[in-house]
């Protein structure tokens, strides 16, 4: 990999819970990121299935700060009250209405992408149920999707998040079975970590429909800024550029330890990568 290969950076607003929104901005700005994943927790940007924030200070934000939406990121997982494998008419017509609003969120800042997961089903039923109404919300979720122009990348989880898609292949039969050109792959290098898998599994099974990433290190657990775990950004990097990857890479370094002063982890994940990619041109 040369020099002309350019990685763009993204923050995340997740471990910036306990700072102003305004303050997060900034501080992206100040280290030096190239865009920003929304993560909709309420302290930041209100969003359930019946209203949202208006979109016009993100807007605003996004502008002066010079960094555009990449992604938006809904809360989503148990206990959160949204499950794409929601079970239950009522919950299901929350979950499908909270989903579309944040598409549409997606669509009116410009940042065409919804980062979404399968959801989880109760460990008291079979699997295939739950699997079975994921791919009924994320077929309904992926033809929205295609009207507003905006595209869902589904992410596996790790094991304790959830019980349906945890690896490459459960994604690949996944997005098998809902069949929707608007249902991409995110790959995240934590949940891909847990599975024992690598960047190039899952450019080898995916290709040019890995369209986003959450980069991240990882030892005992996952969302660690890069140096406080034990994997290999060097070898990352090379998978990514070898296979020509255009996305963004979201440090989404939001384990409890970064809340005090979640800038200093973004710091030290940016000097990392600036590190590993001064490397490859020596």
Same mark, same amino acid.
């Given at each position: ?9 993204? $923050? ?13 901005f #900034? #501080? ?5 990121f190239d865009?920003?994943e ?13 209203a949202?924030?208006?979109v #016009? ?15 938006i %990121? ?11 494998? +929601?079970?239950?008419?009522?919950a299901? &017509?929350r979950s499908?209405?909270?989903?579309? &609003? /944040?598409? @549409?969120? +997606? +669509?009116d ?8 997961t399968?959801?989880?089903?109760f ?10 109404r994921s ?12 009207? &507003? ?15 349906? %898609?945890?690896c ?13 050109a608007?249902?991409k ?9 847990? /599975?024992?898998?690598s ?5 080898d $099974?995916?290709?040019?429909d ?6 991240? !290190? ?6 660690? /800024? ?9 070898? !990352?990097?090379?998978a990514? +550029? ?10 989404? #370094?939001v @384990? ?7 800038? /200093?982890?973004? &710091?030290?994940?940016?000097?990392a ?5 001064e490397?490859? @041109?020596?």
């Open positions: 990999m040369t020099s002309h290969q350019r990685f763009r950076a993204a $923050a995340t607003n997740c471990a910036y819970r306990f700072y102003s929104l305004e303050y997060f #900034s #501080s992206s700005q100040r280290e030096g865009a920003v929304l993560w909709c927790g309420p302290m930041h940007f209100f969003m359930d299935y019946a949202n924030d208006s #016009s200070h993100i807007a605003a934000l996004s502008k002066e700060s010079g960094l555009p939406i990449c992604a %990121c809904p809360e989503q997982n148990n206990p959160k009250p949204s499950n794409v494998a +929601a079970r239950g008419d009522d299901i &017509r499908r209405q909270y989903f579309k &609003r /944040a598409i @549409d969120v +997606a +669509a800042l410009g940042a065409g992408m919804v980062s979404i399968s959801g989880w089903g460990l008291d039923e079979s699997r295939e149920t739950a699997w079975d791919v009924r919300m994320l077929s309904t979720l992926g033809s929205y999707a295609g009207e &507003r122009g905006v595209t869902l990348a589904l992410e596996a989880l790790q094991p304790e998040e959830s019980n349906l %898609c945890n490459a292949r459960d994604l690949r039969t996944m997005l098998e079975d809902v069949g929707s608007h249902l792959v995110l790959l995240d290098t934590g949940a891909m970590w847990r /599975a024992g898998e960047v190039q599994d899952y450019m $099974a995916f290709g040019k890995v369209v986003h990433c959450h980069f991240t !290190d990882a030892r005992e657990t996952s969302h660690l /800024a890069w140096g406080d775990g034990v994997r290999d950004m060097r070898g !990352d990097l090379l990514l +550029a070898e296979a020509g990857y255009s996305g963004c890479l979201t440090f989404e #370094s @384990d409890p330890r970064y809340f005090v002063d979640p800038a /200093a982890a973004d &710091r030290q994940s940016l000097a990568l600036k590190r590993n990619l490397e490859f @041109d020596t």
